[in-house]
């Protein structure tokens, strides 16, 4: 039977401490841990922050990149140059707000297609994951083109937003689009 401290620990957040000598501690278990471990918590979704010891600043993000740029550095890159160029370039864009909303929402439907494929497709290495897709029927593949097509629109009806908005604010201050 769950303790009361066991309820508690589950309903609060992970904290791991990032000390200037750039070590990790994970206070749930005591122990220092290696960003390797911090990337199984991130695969388990396991809930987390990375707080700097000395000001609580919370430096998750940072770590979460630092992972995703070992792992680009390491076999099979996931972002093509063009495609971190592109990234970069919505930096100080008007659409930069939408963006990470935007990519958040198409990775959830490709994670939504993994999770319909079951457990088979997890396992698979990404060459692995382009063979299976070959020989998958149209109605999947189907599936996977149509949440592409999605993703497009809306993209698309996000950029006509963001034009209509801009229209109407330039229109107010007197300026014509």
Same mark, same amino acid.
């Given at each position: 039977?769950?303790?009361?401290?066991?309820?508690?620990?589950?309903? &609060?957040?992970?904290?791991?401490?990032?000390?200037?000598?750039?070590?990790?501690?994970?206070?749930?278990?005591?122990?220092?841990? &290696?960003?390797?471990?911090?990337?199984?918590?991130?695969?388990?979704?396991? /809930?987390?922050?990375? %707080?700097?010891?000395?000001?609580?600043?919370?430096?998750? %993000?940072?770590?979460?990149?630092?992972?995703?740029?070992?792992?680009?550095?390491?076999?099979?890159?996931?972002?093509?140059?063009?495609?971190?160029?592109?990234?970069?370039?919505?930096?100080?864009?008007?659409?930069?707000?939408?963006?990470?909303?935007?990519?958040?929402?198409?990775?959830?439907?490709?994670?939504?297609?993994?999770?319909?494929?079951?457990?088979?497709?997890?396992?698979?290495?990404?060459?692995?994951?382009? /063979?299976?897709?070959?020989?998958?029927?149209?109605?999947?593949?189907?599936?996977?083109?149509?949440?592409?097509?999605?993703?497009?629109?809306?993209?698309?009806?996000?950029?006509?937003?963001? /034009?209509?908005?801009?229209?109407?604010?330039?229109?107010?201050?007197?300026?014509?689009?």
């Amino acid at each position: 039977m769950p303790t009361a401290k066991t309820k508690e620990t589950k309903l &609060t957040q992970r904290v791991i401490k990032k000390y200037p000598n750039r070590r990790l501690y994970d206070t749930d278990s005591s122990s220092y841990i &290696t960003l390797a471990e911090v990337k199984q918590l991130v695969m388990n979704n396991e /809930q987390f922050v990375v %707080r700097d010891a000395k000001t609580g600043e919370d430096l998750t %993000r940072n770590i979460l990149l630092q992972i995703i740029l070992e792992e680009e550095s390491n076999g099979i890159p996931m972002f093509t140059a063009p495609v971190l160029a592109s990234v970069i370039r919505f930096y100080g864009h008007a659409m930069q707000g939408f963006m990470g909303g935007y990519l958040e929402k198409n990775i959830q439907s490709l994670m939504d297609v993994q999770n319909k494929l079951g457990d088979p497709s997890k396992a698979l290495t990404p060459e692995g994951w382009s /063979q299976f897709m070959a020989l998958q029927s149209p109605a999947l593949q189907g599936m996977l083109s149509s949440n592409l097509e999605q993703s497009k629109n809306m993209f698309a009806q996000m950029q006509d937003q963001m /034009q209509k908005h801009t229209d109407q604010m330039l229109g107010s201050l007197g300026l014509k689009p």
